[in-house]
């Protein structure tokens, strides 16, 4: 949750109990706010990929698509009541805090994972998305479930993107597994195919993705591992426009848009998101 906290005052030199107004915060007024901009300008720029599916991905026609392509125009139809004023920038993901920082977008919704270290460069949203690794497996795989290939130790072939810290973190799942690195995620994938693999690590939403759209030729070994929350940012100092972006979030999430943010979880990631509940708000608690 976002808060402001000021100072009650501080004590004047030599006079118990006298207090100084504390000094405002710097914020920006509302006609300063990237929120004005934005309303002024008529669209919203959003800053994005187009390579990872189920997120951002262009289509069979070459159009965007993906769980945060649609959240993105989510927000363009409360902000317009139109989903297509918004305009995508397609960036590498290095570019993602770059860009916010040089006023190049109005916001990033690029499968950014909240960091300490990127909170003192930029300001996160709300969570929308909690990330892990996962484990892909075949449908036809002699192994069940990530159990099967927990228990046959040293049998089982994992295979994933080259990567420092590959090996590691399959260990992490399947200590005894052998680990086959690939210098692309398809050939990667190809292993799996190929059986030269029992299980591909990736991505859980990319494990998702994969069962959603070839539920019989994939299936989810039902692990993860390695949380990680997934969020929108922008340039931090805009009160006003994070605020903006946090209650349309939420309420995309809990609230009045929960049915259209249901719609896109289970379009995207095959998931059925469990109503919220009504009376108390539950998510207050713990």
């Known amino acids: 949750m976002l808060g402001v906290s000021l ?3 501080v004590a004047f030199a030599g006079i118990p109990g006298a207090r100084a107004q504390a000094p405002e915060a710097s914020s920006p007024s509302s006609s300063s706010s990237k929120l004005q901009e934005v309303l002024s300008r008529g669209k919203l ?16 026609k070459g159009e965007l698509a993906g769980l945060e392509i649609d959240l993105a125009r989510l927000l363009a139809r409360n902000l317009f009541s139109d ?21 190049r977008v109005d916001v990033t919704l690029q499968n950014l994972t909240v960091t300490a270290a990127r909170a003192q460069q930029v300001e996160f949203t709300v969570t929308y998305y909690r990330a892990g690794q996962g ?15 927990r228990d ?28 086959d690195q690939y210098p692309s995620p398809d050939a990667a994938l190809q292993a799996l195919n190929a059986r030269r693999a029992d299980a591909h690590m990736i ?3 990319r494990v998702r993705w994969a069962v959603t759209q070839f539920p019989s ?25 994070l605020n903006w972006l946090n209650t349309a979030l939420r309420e995309a999430l809990t609230g009045v848009d929960f049915e259209a943010t249901a719609e896109i979880y289970k379009r995207w990631l095959g998931e059925d998101i469990p109503s919220p ?9 713990g």
């Open 7 to 9: 100072a009650s005052g």
């Open 45 to 60: 720029i959003v800053g994005t990929g187009a390579d990872v599916p189920p997120f951002y991905f262009k289509d069979e």
């Open 83 to 103: 989903p297509a004023r918004v305009e995508f920038i397609i960036q590498n993901s290095d570019a993602r805090i770059p860009n916010l920082i040089g006023n």
């Open 135 to 149: 484990l892909l497996m075949s449908s036809s795989s002699r192994y069940k479930d990530y159990a099967a290939l």
């Open 152 to 179: 046959a130790g040293s049998a089982v072939t994992v295979s994933t993107l080259q990567n420092v810290t590959a090996a590691d973190w399959v260990h992490e799942a399947l200590p005894e597994a052998k680990v």
């Open 203 to 205: 991505t859980h939403g």
């Open 217 to 241: 030729r994939y299936r989810d070994s039902g692990f993860t591992w390695r949380p990680n929350s997934i969020a929108a940012a922008i340039k931090s100092g805009d009160p006003l426009w």
């Open 277 to 285: 509940k009504l009376g108390y708000p539950r998510e207050l608690v």
